[in-house]
């Protein structure tokens, strides 16, 4: 037979019913480092190991009170496959900045060709029209997977002809949707469940006389 240790914990559940469109209950199981969440917005878990002099609920009100969407404990329970989603319209965002500096500095640029404007000009506002309807096009996807996003920037003739991939690879913040299910999670019911664990210890302090 396999050899192998036991430790037996005595958990506690705590059941919550929330007024919120994002979460309406959850139910937590906690014992000395363990935090197990089944709820409406998600499920979650993840592990400390804790001191026998450290306070396990003391460490949960700590990082529960104050509903941080992308907090510490955000950082520990999301799910990095949720989480690594890209945001369409914040990452295109400065892409259409870089865009309009482009149009600008090649409109510098050509001033001094007087005889050539009527030419280049017509050119240059048809490549620009064409390169900012490939933007919106993108940004209207809500969000994508970082392969998918970068799959359209970089597979796009009328945007290779203002960016490279050099500048796609290395200059541009791509932002991120994040998960959902765990930003709801540490903005509702965390707070809530870091009161109801501040007013279970102040309810077990002792009264002095």
Same mark, same amino acid.
């Given at each position: ?16 019913? #929330? $007024? ?14 363990? #935090? ?6 998600? +499920?979650? +878990? /993840? ?7 450290? +306070?396990?609920?003391? &460490? ?11 907090? /510490?404990? %955000?950082?520990?329970? =999301? $799910? ?5 989603? *890209? ?23 050509? =001033? ?7 030419? /280049?000009?017509?050119? &240059? ?6 390169? /900012? ?32 991939? $050099? ?6 913040? *791509?932002? %991120?949707?994040? $998960? ?8 509702? *019911? ?10 279970? #210890? ?8």
């Amino acid at each position: 037979m396999t050899k192998y240790s036991i430790e037996k914990d005595i958990s506690e559940v705590y059941r919550i019913r #929330l $007024d919120s469109h994002r979460c309406q209950w959850a139910t937590l199981t906690i014992n000395n480092g363990d #935090l197990n969440v089944i709820s409406d917005c998600g +499920n979650f +878990n /993840y592990s400390w190991r804790m001191n026998k002099n450290e +306070n396990f609920k003391e &460490l949960l009100i700590r990082i529960c009170k104050h509903g941080e969407g992308k907090g /510490y404990l %955000y950082d520990k329970i =999301h $799910d990095r496959n949720r989480a690594n989603r *890209v945001d369409t319209k914040k990452s295109i965002e400065p892409l259409k900045k870089e865009l309009f500096e482009y149009y600008r500095e090649k409109k510098r640029d050509w =001033h001094y060709m007087e005889q050539d404007k009527k030419k /280049y000009y017509p050119l &240059l506002d048809d490549r620009m029209r064409d390169a /900012y309807d490939e933007l919106v096009s993108i940004e209207s996807e809500g969000e994508l997977s970082m392969d998918a996003f970068h799959s359209l920037l970089w597979n796009n003739s009328y945007l290779d002809e203002v960016f490279d991939g $050099d500048y796609f690879a290395h200059c541009l913040d *791509v932002e %991120y949707i994040g $998960d959902r299910q765990a930003i709801a999670f540490c903005e509702v *019911v965390a707070p809530v469940f870091a009161e109801i664990l501040m007013n279970e #210890l102040k309810e077990a302090e002792p009264v002095s006389c």
